[in-house]
């Protein structure tokens, strides 16, 4: 024999093979016989080989029945013998009994040349048992739940279906040549009641059939699902298989938002501007359990009370910790509409829960669908805005006059914040830009603004140069890029306008003519002055008496002598 048999399956063909030493021939020999169980002393199990002739027989009391037998001739004087036969379901065979050892006797001339008793190695038993063994279940009552294995959680009055295979208890092989009136049963004590089903086994050993249960709470929630193999044949039997079970969870799942426990993440107050990245945590409350995974959640954006279309998302929070009766989630949610509309005062945000507990009941209460939790939305925004300008000493200077400009700033959202400004001027000619005095000086300017604050100042200088009026614009800096948006990409650039740079007056012009006319006569003058004084000093003065006459009452003339 050149492999040890294991088991032996009542019904199903085995081969028991040896290798005979003869020089002379199988065919010289009489009888060669194989005892499954024993030394031979009875007939169960034994079946005979007449060489000479070609027979293959069994007696009655064998319960083995031989089919055909094969010879090769392994070298000169050694043939290999294999002998298929069948087991019968009858043969008798007692739980937990020891297995059967073969015996082999050979038999030449009405002697027995050979025989190997009790070939231990070979031992056996007989497979005699199926069982039916579950391979899935499923809900089929919505709402359905996910089955895990063949395990399942159900409502009551659900419907289950289960479906598997029948199998040799033993050697856990497939069974074969099914009988047609082979049969599984399924049982389950639900309460103190048993309900129980029986559907037939198909050609491929395959069983397949759905219960329903009864529309009461069970005395305890957990019961399992017992398969049985009725109408094996012979004196085989079947084992109960207890694999499956089926949780019927009368209760539908709560969810409490803990403040005390998780005071910050409870979904109590959002503020608009950080609810890109919200920490949330949800407590599930239920007897039985949630359902395997992380916990799906669902918001919407509410205006005016009514759900607005294309701003409903979806998330998932995970598991922390998993207790008895009560499942923790957490997670960051991203409550941003998908539709891109800003959130306003007055908006909502409704916040449910999706998932449903293993048996496929919906959440009941707040933080459902029909009651979802709708936290405080605080509108809190950086909401820069320039308001006007106070230019000194004009806004009609001269040329080369120097301006300094009061720009005035506000925020009215209650978030604070900073903005950098630059007072440029553009060349309407050269589509070039150039800062501003301040700008130029200083660099840009950053403005703080607290929450709720008016009236800011933030001063620019600027100094007239050319006449008209300027293009000055106060350039907002983009926050996202940090770089100075030269093209108002943001809308915030402001225009300053209103200036209009005059040319000198012409008064000045004229009485600048004057007084160098005057300054030119006058030093004329003076020239004329000097040169007549230096040609005095130069001559005598005479006067001729004759030609002077004094009167009385005239000042007198003495001549000093000469000496």
Known sequence: MDRELGYLLPGNQHTFTMQIEEANGLNTLDNVSIMLCGDGLSELGKMSYDPSRGTIWSGDGSFVTPLSVQTMQVSSDIIQLSMMFEVSWDFPWEDNQNSCKPSVSIVD???????????????????????????????????????????????????????????????????????????????????????????????????????????????????????????????????????????????????????????????VLLESDLINDVFVTVTMVDEIGMIEGPLDVAWVILRSGTAVAGSENTGQLTMIDDGETKDVYQGYIDFTPLNGMSIEQGDQIAFWVTSTDRAGNAVTGLGSESAPRMPTLRIMKFNPEYTRVVINPTSTPVLGEMLTMQTFWGNDGKREGTITVGLYELNPETGQWSPALTTLSEGNTEINLGAQSSSVIATFQWESWKEGQPLLVLIVEDPESGEMDWDNANGNNIDLSGINVQPLPVEAESNNGLYMVIGVAVIAVAVVAILVMRNRGDDDYYYDDDEEEYEEGDWEYEEEDED
């Open 109 to 267: 001339d009405f002697t027995t040349v050979a025989y190997q008793n009790n070939i231990g190695e070979l031992s056996w038993y007989l497979d005699n048992k199926y069982v039916a063994i579950p391979d899935s279940i499923e809900d089929l009552t919505p709402p359905q739940a996910e089955s895990q294995g063949v395990s399942v959680y159900l409502g009551q009055g659900d419907e289950f279906r289960m479906s598997g295979f029948v199998y040799h208890s033993g050697s856990g092989a497939l069974a074969a040549d099914i009988p047609d009136d082979l049969e599984v049963e399924f049982t389950v004590i639900y309460g103190t009641q048993e309900i129980s089903i029986v559907t037939s086994v198909n050609e491929d050993a395959s069983f397949d059939s759905s219960m329903i249960l009864p529309s009461r709470v069970p005395l305890n929630p957990t019961m399992p699902v017992s398969t049985e193999v009725l109408n094996v044949p012979g004196a085989g039997s079947s084992d109960v298989n207890s694999d499956a079970s089926v949780t019927v969870d009368s209760k539908a799942p709560t969810v409490l938002f803990d403040q005390s426990s998780y005071p910050d993440s409870s979904l």
